[in-house]
C-alpha cells in the first residue's frame, strides 16, 4: 500500500458534531507494544505509556500552531490492531524495554514497507541499544541503523536543523552553581540515527540517549530549556513532514 493509503484516519466524535463527515488529515499516533512486565515501574503501567498523554497533547498543540497540518487527537493503537494502517506516522517510547512477539515484529515490518514511518525515544545506554538493535534486526533483517548526516533530507524538509544538543529528560535537569539549568546525564553523547528502506526511504528514525518525549510533556515548564524544547519540537515536525511527503 502506498504512503498516501496510509493518511485515512477514524472520524472522531467531536469533530462529527462540529463538521459531518469531515476526517483529519494526521494524528499523533503512540504504539503499544509488548514490554518486559518485570521491568515495569511500581505503578505497573506500560512502558508505552511514558510521558502519556501529557506529551502527546503539548505536540498535537504544536503540530496546530506551527503548521497547515489539518490534525486531530493524539490517540494510541497496538501494534497488531489493523488501524495501525490508517497513520503514516508513529511514535514508540522506551524501547529498550520492548519484547515484541513475532506477530507483533511482522507487523511493524508490514506497516514500514507499506509507507509507515516509526519514531523511537527515550531509551539510553548499552544495555537498552542492544535490545532496541536486536528487535530491528528481526523487524528489518539486513537494514543498517546509520547515522543521520547534515544534509539528510529529514533535516532540511520544514526546518533547517544544524544544531544537535543533548535533549534531556527532566530527571537529568540540575540547577546550576549560577542559579541556571544545567544537564547530567547519565548516557552521552547524544545519537540520532535512522533505517531505510529498500529503496533509500528513511521509515525509523532514531532518538538514542535522548528524551525527546519529556521535551515535549514539560514544554510549558520554566525550568526546562527553552532551546531543547524548541529542538525537539522542530525534529518532531520535520519527520511528520517527511513521513507524509515521502
Not at 6 to 29: D, I, N, R, T, Y
Not at 43 to 58: I, K, L, T, V
Not at 121 to 138: I, K, L, Q, S
Not at 195 to 224: C, L, S
Request: charged share 25%.
Amino acid at each position: 500500500m502506498a504512503a498516501l493509503l496510509l493518511w485515512a484516519s477514524c472520524v472522531p466524535a467531536w469533530w462529527m458534531q462540529e463538521g459531518e463527515g469531515k476526517k483529519k488529515e494526521f494524528h499523533f499516533v503512540r504504539l503499544e507494544y509488548v514490554d518486559g512486565f518485570s521491568l515495569r515501574r511500581r505503578f505497573g503501567r506500560g512502558w508505552w505509556m511514558q510521558d502519556w498523554p501529557e506529551a502527546d497533547m503539548h505536540f498535537t498543540q504544536g503540530i496546530q500552531r506551527l503548521t497547515r497540518i489539518d490534525t486531530g487527537e493524539a490517540r494510541h493503537v497496538p501494534l497488531t490492531d489493523d488501524r495501525i494502517y490508517e497513520y503514516p506516522w508513529a511514535y514508540a517510547t522506551q524501547v529498550g524495554y520492548w519484547q515484541l512477539s513475532d506477530g507483533e515484529v511482522a507487523r511493524l515490518r508490514d506497516y514500514l514497507e507499506r509507507g509507515g514511518f516509526l519514531v523511537v525515544d527515550d531509551f539510553h545506554g548499552p544495555a537498552e541499544w542492544e535490545v532496541f538493535r536486536e528487535t530491528m534486526a528481526r523487524v528489518l533483517p539486513g537494514q543498517a541503523i546509520l547515522e543521520i548526516e547534515p544534509g539528510n533530507a529529514v533535516l532540511h524538509v520544514l526546518y533547517d536543523i544544524v544544531e544537535r544538543v543533548q535533549i534531556p529528560g527532566l530527571r537529568h535537569l540540575r540547577r546550576g552553581a549560577d542559579g541556571g539549568t544545567v544537564v547530567r546525564a547519565e548516557h552521552v553523547p547524544p545519537y540520532w540515527r535512522a533505517m531505510y528502506d529498500g529503496k533509500g526511504r528513511m521509515v525509523v528514525a532514531i532518538h538514542y540517549n535522548q528524551d525527546v518525549g519529556d521535551a515535549w510533556e514539560h514544554a510549558d515548564m520554566p525550568e526546562y530549556p527553552e532551546a531543547m524544547t524548541a529542538l525537539a519540537y522542530r525534529f518532531g515536525l520535520n519527520h511528520i513532514i517527511y513521513a507524509m511527503t515521502h
